[in-house]
């Protein structure tokens, strides 16, 4: 059986003044594959560029798409047949500090728009002298690197120093909410400080979090599982709870949580589509599934974006 991996990007282009209703046939839905000059149909990451271009991480290079065209990049390297073998490349963009894409094996590139090209500017494994799974990267307000790996979580100090904050532990995801941080691993999530990372706790224990979303407006932190559903703990009481109805195919792994507006979650399942939860009823409805043929729209001036493993991308406007 086909799995794909669904990874959701929603990028809010206008804010809306009343309540958006998801019912149906908003979607101009654009498909970019293989004949439109996409490198590879399994891809990783989407991220939208200051421009407006789209940047797909795909299994062999990084693609910009800019509405009409595909250019398509290589990341240089000294790579063994083993790091290209399962090679998984990922995207992130800043604002302020610009595009940078990373691989699996902890290397990591910035896209220069003087050159038109990436390059290399960090290699976590060789930095802290060991082999090393790269699951996320971050850029805080500040500027700091924060790397969450299968070996734990890194910090690049000031002075270039790679740190270890959080070892011994499987990090999948990290998220910041004022001056804390959140980190979801294979065992749990636990809550750090930017200023002081020595100080932290753990929140939840022997949960397998594959994905994390802070709501920081109504101070809520968002919880996907592989396979124990989606969960949302209150900040303030650091009470959690399930979300009810979520059915059988929040068992399978939630690999995005992101927000649509300020009354709607998106949640992107893996195999099962893209879930539209209301955040005040937290009631969940799907909102396109993997064979695109459902009937649902969203309203407003918005870009979603989303990737299958072997179907190609999809670009929904």
């Avoid at 949640?267 to 539209?276: K, L, P, S």
């Amino acid at each position: 059986m086909v799995r794909f991996n669904l990874v959701i990007t929603i990028l809010l282009m206008i804010s809306m003044a009343v309540k958006a209703e998801l019912t149906s046939r908003m979607f101009d839905v654009r498909h970019v594959g293989y004949a439109e000059g996409l490198s590879s149909q399994r891809v990783f990451s989407i991220v939208e560029d200051g421009d407006g271009a789209m940047w797909i991480a795909t299994k062999t290079g990084i693609d910009r798409y800019n509405g009409y065209t595909v250019k398509n990049y290589d990341l240089p390297g000294n790579f063994y047949y083993g790091d290209l073998a399962g090679r998984r490349l990922y995207l992130l963009y800043d604002a302020r500090q610009g595009l940078f894409a990373y691989d699996h094996t902890g290397r990591i590139y910035r896209y220069s728009s003087i050159y038109d090209h990436f390059e290399q500017i960090l290699h976590l494994g060789h930095l802290i002298q060991e082999e090393v799974i790269l699951n996320k990267l971050c850029l805080d307000d500040d500027g700091t690197w924060w790397m969450g790996s299968d070996k734990g979580l890194y910090k690049q100090e000031a002075d270039n120093r790679i740190v270890a904050v959080l070892k011994g532990q499987y990090v999948n995801d990290i998220a910041f909410a004022g001056e804390s941080l959140f980190v979801g691993t294979s065992n749990g999530v636990w809550q750090l400080s930017h200023a002081l990372p020595d100080r932290k706790h753990q929140l939840l224990e022997g949960w397998n979090v594959q994905t994390l979303f802070c709501d920081k407006p109504k101070k809520e932190l968002w919880i996907g599982t592989f396979g124990s559903g989606l969960s949302v703990m209150n900040l303030n009481t650091s009470k959690v709870f399930t979300l009810e109805g979520q059915g059988n195919t929040f068992l399978h792994p939630i690999r995005a949580i992101t927000d649509y507006d300020e009354h709607t979650i998106l949640i992107g399942v893996d195999g099962g589509g893209v879930y539209a939860i209301d955040k005040d009823t937290q009631k969940a409805r799907l909102l396109m599934n993997t064979k695109d043929d459902t009937d649902t729209y969203l309203r407003g001036k918005r870009h979603i974006c989303r990737n299958q493993r072997r179907s190609g991308q999809h670009l929904d406007r």
